[in-house]
């Protein structure tokens, strides 16, 4: 795989195909623990590599923070988790300044949110003040605790995970946290097949816990260089652009995509390509992509919701409306 002319990046086209052979380490090390779910393994490390945040949304024991820990498991990095409840502080997520009487001075205690990889899990659970303490570092990958700002280091990602049908103790996300997730994502039940294996598998062992790293800090930012590098036509852009502003003028919508989520959808696309060997993005990848990465930020309109009408369905039926580019 070749780099375009004009790409920003500092890596070669020889090393940009040893970093997808990298990419493919982790997704086969995640896929020996996530049976069956091989479309959900690609998105999440599409969210890795277009340095996004992924919110994974569905009902208990389908495998969320297995699908999370797998994930930081395969790489040899920093990772740390935190048990979302109603009495979580910021403080708990962000860190603290202490007073040392020794130095007798303050020093900051950094908080979990100091890792390369976070998990969240079952956010909604905390309160709104709590996960909003998540929105400078998710958005700007940095932190500022009295007056002071640290920088997060790279690779940084929040996997967040919450449960939609328990209502009681929960705080919905507001709209301006999810629009900070790149993609969310359903586990959805395993087929019979996938979870006969499951219990082939899970039933004698963990093989969570036989897990070992298969790419280090520093190939994940490598990789994140290379994705980066990789070529988007000003049709492709335009194409973009307007399956973001057709769900700011759809009657079936009160909320359409923000400007955020139109960066998101380049970058994840920019992911989506890399992944499929390619060092150009083309509008299939927009397609496949558009869904998972905006139908989470819109609000159906009271029409629409009267004909029960999810924003998935709403999306899906924009994706095919907007006229497709032609590239060649």
Same mark, same amino acid.
């Given at each position: ?5 004009? +790409? ?17 380490? *982790? ?32 009902? /208990? ?8 820990? +797998? ?45 390369? *990889? ?46 939609? *049908? ?7 996300? /507001? ?9 969310? *994502? ?42 980066? +590098? ?38 994840? +696309? ?59």
């Amino acid at each position: 795989m070749a780099v375009r002319q004009g +790409a920003d990046t500092d890596v070669d086209a020889e090393r940009l195909e040893d970093l997808v052979e990298v990419a493919h380490r *982790i997704r086969a090390a995640i896929e020996s623990v996530i049976e069956g779910k091989g479309d959900v393994v690609r998105l999440t490390l599409t969210v890795l590599l277009a340095e996004g945040h992924l919110l994974i949304e569905d009902v /208990p024991g389908v495998g969320k923070t297995m699908l999370a820990k +797998a994930l930081a498991r395969s790489i040899d990095c920093p990772v740390r988790r935190v048990q979302f409840t109603p009495d979580l502080l910021p403080s708990d997520i962000t860190g603290v300044s202490a007073y040392n009487q020794q130095t007798r001075d303050f020093e900051f205690k950094p908080g979990p949110v100091f890792a390369n *990889i976070v998990v969240g899990d079952e956010i909604n659970r905390a309160s709104p003040k709590t996960q909003s303490a998540l929105l400078e570092c998710m958005e700007e990958h940095q932190v500022t605790v009295d007056g002071v700002t640290y920088t997060l280091e790279s690779p940084f990602m929040v996997i967040a995970t919450q449960n939609p *049908i328990e209502m009681e103790g929960t705080y919905p996300l /507001p709209e301006a946290q999810r629009d900070r997730f790149t993609v969310k *994502i359903a586990m959805g039940y395993p087929d019979p097949a996938a979870e006969l294996e499951m219990l082939d598998v899970h039933g004698a062992s963990q093989p969570l816990a036989k897990l070992e790293p298969v790419a280090t800090t520093a190939e994940v930012q490598a990789l994140i260089r290379g994705v980066r +590098a990789v070529y988007v036509s000003q049709s492709v852009k335009k194409y973009a652009i307007g399956l973001v502003d057709a769900t700011r003028h759809s009657p079936d919508l009160r909320l359409g995509a923000s400007p955020r989520a139109t960066l998101h959808l380049v970058r994840a +696309a920019r992911a989506h390509a890399a992944l499929s060997g390619r060092d150009y993005v083309i509008p299939d990848d927009l397609q496949d992509l558009a869904v998972p990465v905006l139908a989470h930020r819109l609000l159906p309109s009271l029409e629409a919701q009267g004909q029960r009408r999810h924003p998935e369905q709403v999306m899906t039926e924009l994706v095919r409306r907007v006229p497709v580019p032609d590239t060649k």
